[in-house]
């Protein structure tokens, strides 16, 4: 809580936390107006460094680029990797280098939003910077918020970080071709995702033999639309 004292000598509390990320939150919305104008949906990807994010965003892009015309931002502190990757299979990427910054935000998204021929989209897919806990503060006015996990994050992810599963609309957990290898229990793992978030869809995948991706793409991007983010909803 801060103070303003106006010109009158009064003394204004301000919750400057709460005034902040309202107006992100506003800029988000604006966003999926934006968005919704064109007919375009847009899929935020989160989770930490190394879950995964890139590899599914490629299974996504992969499964989907034959039917739906799709733009990647690759969201990073400084390299373009993630988007050397994604131009290989024949999309359009492109990276957005925060440099210090642990997350992307509505702000940053508009100046992109706005460089894209919107017209010709149907998909914008969003892979944020790789962390589990700035990203989930930011909404950027996406359709579908998701957190790709993995078992290599070890046993106790769910618990231990809360927040920002509870704020998705699916949960990813990759690298299930490791589960065993690293004594992870995923059904334990999925019920403590439940316990955070019952309302999150839950899908298990392995980028290395591909189990699960169509299940995901189905689940995430042709089942009819619908707003199930916090995002959706204006505080
Ligand atoms: N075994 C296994 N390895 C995987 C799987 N998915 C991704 N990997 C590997 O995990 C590593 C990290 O994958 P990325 O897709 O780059 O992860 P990321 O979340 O985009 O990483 P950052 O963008 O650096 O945060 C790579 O070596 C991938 O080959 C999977 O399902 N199984
Ligand atoms: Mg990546």
Not at 88 to 98: C, D, L, Y
Not at 101 to 121: I, K, M, P, Q, Y
């Amino acid at each position: 809580m801060s103070e303003l004292t106006d010109a009158q000598g009064k003394v204004h509390q301000i919750e400057l936390a709460i005034d902040f990320l309202e107006s992100h939150r506003k800029l988000a919305e604006a966003n999926r107006k934006l968005l919704d104008e064109h007919g375009v949906t847009m899929i935020d990807v989160m989770g930490s460094v190394g879950a995964g994010k890139t590899s599914v965003v490629e299974q996504l892009v992969r499964g989907l680029k034959e039917k739906y015309r799709i733009v990647v931002l690759n969201g990073d502190l400084v390299t373009t990797i993630d988007q050397d990757r994604i131009l290989r299979h024949g999309v359009e990427a492109i990276q957005v280098n925060t440099g210090k910054e642990c997350h992307l935000d509505a702000a940053l998204v508009r100046t992109v939003l706005e460089r894209l021929d919107l017209g010709n989209l149907d998909l914008v897919i969003v892979e944020n910077v790789g962390n589990l806990i700035c990203p989930a503060d930011f909404p950027l006015g996406s359709h579908r918020r998701v957190v790709v996990t993995s078992v290599t994050e070890g046993p106790y992810v769910a618990v231990k970080h809360p927040h920002v599963f509870a704020e998705m609309d699916f949960v990813v957990i990759n690298k299930i071709d490791l589960a065993s290898v690293m004594e992870v229990d995923v059904s334990k793992l999925v019920g403590d995702l439940r316990s955070v978030n019952p309302r999150a869809r839950v899908v298990q995948t392995s980028c290395k033999d591909g189990t699960g991706i169509p299940e995901l793409i189905t689940r995430l991007v042709e089942e009819p639309r619908r707003c199930t983010s916090s995002e959706s909803l204006p505080a």
